[in-house]
């Protein structure tokens, strides 16, 4: 290898001189060309790592006439683990595949969103990815950036975008039809911000799965994603009817229903079943451990990547709903035969 001067980073000339071949052929395996050899590309690309050469991507852009860049804009500004889940496998697997994310956390669907997209637009992106719970924010999306390619991630199907989730509906009507399968015939749910597209759509699957099983119709309660409101929620519901399960939005509300539950003397599950949904990494040590649906969020992420290249290299995309399995644990069971249910929790 040719020594280069001390201080100087670099190029593709020392490139070509490590792996022992012109400079031209470096730029077709930057370039992804198809008319490499594998053992050229091999070459080529063990001399990039010993050198530690990094390409000039704005160089790259002039030649290509492309900056294969995805535009990802999310509007959740706090640390839910789904989102984040989704969006660190994106970016695993476009860097493994030559591509980069450019990232803008909206903060709601007001003012100020035209701005966040156009910020990814100046950055040259080839497709846009929302990761959001409204279906507001997809259509102002598709209003703004005509012409690029959309890809959603919810399973809410409409014209012009591309969709990769998972099947929301047909989670949380299986986690109903397995309390059903209990013996239950008092199931409660715990749901969502009414805006919320994934909200909806579990408790559609909810009200299809109790409606088929002609149960009795409790009107669900709704709110927010988090323990705390799990807790408030749990306390009103010991308030009311005597019931024998929940199913909640999320394990977070499923946690904060367990501790309102255990805190006034109802027993899980030996008085109440509960089933979250999402199957976070803590589920499995919950007290007593969590029956969830399981969002596999990194498959979302992985596959969300490969359809938005897939379309951009001219393969075509196509929408992706990945199943929602029922991980079953201990805090479902069989209804029970007698409630250890405190008659304080009854007054109103």
Do not use: C
């Not at 660190?88 to 100020?112: H, S």
């Not at 959001?132 to 399973?155: E, H, I, M, W, Y």
């Not at 199931?187 to 699957?205: F, K, Y």
């Amino acid at each position: 290898m040719n020594a280069r001067p001390a201080g100087r980073a670099p190029n593709i000339r020392d490139v070509a001189a490590a792996a022992g071949v012109s400079h031209q052929t470096v730029s077709r395996v930057l370039n992804n060309s198809p008319k490499i050899r594998d053992k050229t590309r091999l070459a080529v690309l063990a001399a990039i790592e010993e050198i530690g050469y990094r390409p000039n991507q704005a160089a790259r852009v002039l030649a290509s006439q492309r900056t294969r860049m995805i535009g990802v804009l999310s509007t959740h500004s706090t640390a839910l683990y789904g989102p984040q889940a989704i969006m660190i496998a994106m970016e695993q697997e476009a860097n493994a595949n030559g591509y980069r994310l450019a990232l803008v956390t909206a903060m709601g669907i007001g003012v100020g969103v035209e701005d966040d997209i156009e910020r990814l637009l100046a950055q040259g992106v080839e497709a846009i990815v929302v990761i959001a719970p409204q279906a507001k924010l997809v259509s102002t999306v598709a209003a703004a950036a005509p012409g690029v390619p959309l890809f959603v991630a919810d399973s809410l199907d409409r014209p012009g975008a591309f969709n990769v989730a998972v099947n929301q509906y047909q989670g949380s009507y299986q986690a109903v039809q397995h309390l059903i399968e209990l013996g239950h015939t008092e199931i409660l749910h715990v749901g969502g911000p009414q805006n919320w597209i994934e909200a909806d759509e579990r408790m559609q699957g909810f009200l299809a799965a109790i409606g088929e099983a002609e149960l009795r119709m409790h009107p669900p309660i709704l709110g927010e994603h988090t323990a705390s409101f799990g807790y408030q929620a749990g306390k009103e519901l010991l308030r009311g009817d005597p019931f024998t399960a929940v199913f909640a939005l999320n394990d977070q509300v499923a946690l904060g229903l367990i501790h309102a539950f255990r805190e006034a003397g109802v027993r899980v599950p030996e008085d109440v079943s509960v089933v979250g949904f999402d199957d976070v990494p803590d589920a499995g040590h919950f007290f007593p451990p969590l029956t969830t649906v399981r969002q596999d969020f990194s498959a979302v992420g992985r596959r969300m990547v490969q359809e938005v290249i897939a379309q951009l290299e001219g393969e075509g995309a196509r929408s992706v709903i990945l199943p929602a399995p029922l991980l079953v644990r201990e805090s479902s069971a069989r209804v029970p035969t007698r409630q250890n249910w405190p008659e304080k929790n009854r007054e109103n």
